[in-house]
């Protein structure tokens, strides 16, 4: 079982459209947690931490559960330059390590 | 903005040669991360330096893989003998790190794509 596990879609929609991703982490010791954003052919970007209270930026918003292990990632009124991939990053165990998930592709449609 | 400075952008070299890939992190940065990206694995970690040590690299062939840092200004990965399955885009990334749980914010360079035929 891979330590960060996302669906690697992709989800397709309509521009203006809701769409939610999730992720599930196997190590409970993880501290810190971030949603990246990756365009074709380009470097990740932090697109926004992820704090146990839960958080938004705009039209994302990102949310915890430690109890369950998972992160998730919404946006709204989603535009096509939203289209990219998404990637879910644990960090905190040994030496502050990032572990990347698979990511989770969003191609939004006009 | 500052930025994260990757070299070669794209390597095409033949099986068995010796390839160097150079990283100049974001002066200040006191972490830097080698990953490793391929359709069929994804983002992997190959090593983790702190303060120009060397933290992990338990995620690369040793027989093959060597990273080092011989100054705060340059990290390099160099493989030798490069084989055919080394082919991937390679990123080098830095961070400032606090603690054992600090905030880790990772600036990524913009790649080196390796072909090895």
Request: charge should be positive; aromatic fraction near 10%; glycine fraction near 8%.
């Amino acid at each position: 079982r891979k330590e960060v596990e996302q669906d690697p879609g992709p989800f397709n929609v309509p521009e203006g459209a809701t769409v939610a991703f999730n992720c599930t982490y196997s190590n409970s010791a993880s501290q810190s947690f971030f949603w990246y954003r990756q365009d074709c052919r380009k470097e990740p970007k932090l697109l926004m931490s992820v704090y146990s209270s839960g958080n938004e930026d705009g039209r994302f918003t990102a949310q915890l559960n430690r109890a369950s292990q998972y992160i998730s990632l919404l946006i709204r009124d989603s535009k096509l330059s939203d289209s990219a991939t998404y990637l879910c990053v644990v960090s905190g165990n040994a030496g502050n390590m990032l572990t990347f998930g698979g990511g989770t592709r969003l191609m939004v449609k006009p | 903005d500052a930025r994260v400075t990757q070299t070669p952008r794209h390597k095409v070299t033949e099986m068995g040669q010796e390839v160097t890939m150079r990283c100049q992190p974001i002066l200040g940065h006191n972490t830097v991360f080698w990953y490793r990206q391929t359709m069929m694995q994804g983002l992997e970690l190959l090593a983790y330096f702190r303060n120009r040590a060397p933290l992990d690299d338990s995620g690369m062939p040793k027989d093959r893989f060597s990273a080092e840092m011989p100054d705060a200004t340059l990290a390099t990965l160099k493989i030798q003998p490069s084989e055919p399955r080394d082919s991937a885009v390679y990123f080098c990334a830095s961070g400032l790190v606090y603690g054992l749980f600090g905030a880790n914010v990772l600036t990524f360079g913009a790649g080196s794509r390796l072909t090895v035929l």
